[in-house]
Each structure stands twice: as structure tokens, then as C-alpha cells.
């Protein structure tokens, strides 16, 4: 909570709001009390980390989200601090993913506006706050990350022709569109990934700079890459389907080692196989570590974020299936 308070601070300062707007004793005092907030008996009961399912995601509820995640492309996106949010819909789906809309929460009431709602009660979330309504978005749902409670509330009717902001409210709000940028990413990051083409659906991310793949749909002993399990080869040859399933290579240096992967899409799943010098790692995106169906080889994967680490090298490579 204190990479909070000093981050919204440093912001009142990079925004050039007013030092006289902003009440840091008072802004300290509410994050200390939501962070007490959650971690008290009552909030403990409704706490993802100690509830066995995750509470369903509905309209009127209020979630703290995740600072860190890693988007469509296997970016790594971090936001300067996590925000509270509550949640303006219902779970909606989009290319397979739930999303919803969600308006981030402020305790910076100093800024309230006839667009926005303060809420003046200490039992939800431990201090007074504003709901920005006019800061709505679609995030993925994965992106909530601890339940707080409920609230219920009128939906408010603006006349916008009437909306007069100072210049510390615009400033604000600048600031604050630009803070929950990282939140919105998720979708589109999202549908940037849907509407490409079918030659960038599956790719390396290195650093979080894409890696794309050279494709081939001829003989697969073509490369010198790790073989296909001989059974599952000879089976795929009878059906006719060797020629037909689609084969992507890459090949990179990578920390001064030479990785080489090769990814066969085999209907809906994947077979994926690694050739480098030393002992290889893959988790899927919930951290499970992936067995192997002979030395460097996994198949049976459903589409998703992958994350490889390899003996040798810092950084994992992350590549994405669709």
C-alpha cells in the first residue's frame, strides 16, 4: 500500500494539482485503512485468498485488481499502483474471454463532479470515496484480483452541456486515464490479437518484443528440430494429415544461446518441442509445470500463454498459441 500513497502523491506533483487540493495525511490514512480493511476477520471471509471458489463477478461489486498481468500478445503490463474498481456489468464474453465494464475508485474527493459518485460511508471500504463514472472501461475479468464487498447504486443521469470542471478537476482526470491505461490494455491487447492475421497467432514474446515464426507445411524432417513422438507421427502419416497441419520455426540467440522450437498445430491442441543445449521448463499460465511426452516435447497443449525457461538463460520466453 505504500507504493500507493507515494505514487498518487508524485502524481498531484506531475500533474501540477495543487499541494492545497490533496490532504497526504488524510490520503495515508485511507489506504492504511483499506489495507486493515482487508485483511480483518469480516473481509477475510469474503477474501478470494481464503474463499475455496472465487466469488462470481456481477454488477455491484467492488474489487482491488492486479497491478501486474501479461496481456494477449504475453506482454508483461504493470500499472503504477492497483486500483479499486467497482464493477458497472455483468460478465460478458469476447473472443472466449469473460470480460466486464468496470469505474475506477478514487479517494481523492477533493475532485468530486456532478458526473461522478461520492460515497460517504467508512463500512465499505474503509474511507470515503468517488466512483468515476466517466472513467468506465471493459477489462478482462482475470484482472480481478481481491474481493471487497458490494454496494448498491443509482445509476446517475448527467446532463453533460452542464459540466463545468476546474482546471485541477481536468488535470486530475488526465492523470487518472492515463493510470488505469494498463487496466484496459487487457482488452485491447485483446482484439488487436483477434484481428490479426492467422501468421501472427503464434509467437514468441522475448522481453516483450514478439519473435514471429517461419511457417512450413512441408516434410517435417526438413528441420533439424526435435522429432514427433514416432507413433503419433506414423498415426498423423496414415490419416493423411502430416502435409496439412500447419508448422511453425523459430530460431533465435538468445543470451548467446541458440534456441531452436518448433509448434505443429494438430487439430485443436498443439505439439510444441524445444532443441537447446540444456534442461527446459514450461508452466502454463497458472503456473502448473508441464510434463513431457518424451525428452523436449509437449503435445496435447490447448491454445494460451506459455512460459519457457531454459538452463542458461535469465529471462523466460513466452509464446503464445491460439
Not at 38 to 54: A, G, T, Y
Not at 62 to 72: E, N
Not at 171 to 183: D, G, S
Not at 283 to 304: F, H, P, R, S, V
Amino acid at each position: 500500500m505504500i507504493k500507493i500513497i507515494d505514487f498518487l502523491q508524485s502524481q498531484s506533483q506531475n500533474e501540477n494539482i495543487s499541494e492545497n487540493l490533496v490532504d497526504k495525511d488524510k490520503l495515508s490514512k485511507s489506504f492504511n485503512d483499506i489495507k486493515n480493511v482487508l485483511v480483518s476477520s469480516e473481509v477475510k471471509e469474503k477474501n478470494i485468498f481464503q474463499l475455496k471458489n472465487r466469488p462470481k463477478t456481477k454488477k455491484g461489486q467492488i474489487w482491488l485488481c492486479k497491478q501486474q498481468y501479461y496481456d494477449a500478445f504475453g506482454n508483461e503490463i504493470i500499472g503504477n499502483a492497483p486500483y479499486l474498481v467497482y464493477v458497472a456489468s455483468n460478465i460478458e464474453k469476447f473472443a472466449n474471454e469473460n470480460f466486464i465494464r468496470i469505474q475506477p475508485i478514487s479517494p481523492f474527493t477533493e475532485f468530486l463532479a456532478i458526473d461522478e459518485i461520492l460515497i460517504k460511508d467508512n463500512s465499505v471500504v474503509g474511507f470515503d470515496f468517488i466512483i468515476e463514472t466517466w472513467n468506465e472501461q471493459p477489462i478482462l475479468n482475470e484482472l480481478l484480483d481481491e474481493f471487497v464487498g458490494n454496494i448498491n447504486i443509482e445509476t446517475l443521469k448527467i446532463d453533460e452541456t452542464e459540466l463545468n470542471l476546474s482546471k485541477y478537476q481536468k488535470e486530475f482526470r488526465k492523470a487518472e486515464i492515463r493510470n488505469t491505461a494498463y487496466l484496459r490494455q487487457s482488452i485491447n491487447a485483446l482484439i488487436e490479437f483477434e484481428e490479426s492475421n492467422d501468421e501472427k497467432t503464434i509467437f514468441l514474446n522475448i522481453n516483450n518484443s514478439i519473435v514471429l515464426p517461419k511457417r512450413h507445411n512441408g516434410d517435417d524432417n526438413e528441420r533439424s528440430l526435435v522429432a514427433e513422438p514416432i507413433t503419433h507421427y506414423l498415426q498423423a502419416a496414415k490419416k493423411g494429415k502430416i502435409k496439412d497441419r500447419p508448422t511453425y520455426f523459430f530460431e533465435k540467440i538468445i543470451e548467446g544461446i541458440n534456441v531452436e522450437i518448433k509448434v505443429i498445430k494438430d487439430g485443436e491442441s498443439y505439439i510444441l518441442s524445444v532443441k537447446q543445449p540444456g534442461n527446459i521448463e514450461i508452466k502454463d499460465i497458472t503456473g502448473k509445470i508441464l510434463k513431457q511426452a518424451t525428452k523436449d516435447l509437449y503435445d496435447n497443449l490447448e491454445g494460451g500463454l506459455y512460459f519457457i525457461r531454459i538452463n542458461g538463460i535469465e529471462k523466460e520466453i513466452r509464446i503464445r498459441l491460439k
